[in-house]
């Protein structure tokens, strides 16, 4: 999708509220919001975590450049990668919680004798 065929669009930002894109050149969007304020920011990564679109007109097209986007950048990657290292420390954690109760039975067992 060409970025300059959402300039008037209608975007909702959860911090700057409801907005108009007026601007965009580019992998540039300029947003316009209802408090004045002007916000630059990049196409399409700004649809993945800051803009929504109000209209589902162009959210189709927007949402194929931004899974492209994941892919070129390697969002995906890093994403799946992110994961399997909280997996990897999760593991990690419950090996020394059960070695650390190996060895607190075995000193039981000791006192015992």
Known sequence: MEVKELI???????????????????????????????????????????????????????NADLVLWRMESGAEQKEALRQQYLETQQAIEARRIAAEERKRKAVQQRMRK
């Open 8 to 62: 008037g669009t209608e975007v909702f930002h959860k911090v700057f509220g409801t907005g108009f894109i007026e601007d965009a050149h580019d992998n540039y969007i300029q947003v316009l919001f209802q408090s004045e304020k002007r916000s630059n920011f990049s196409y399409p990564s700004c649809f993945d975590r800051f803009l929504v679109l109000e209209s589902e007109e162009n959210r189709e097209d927007v």
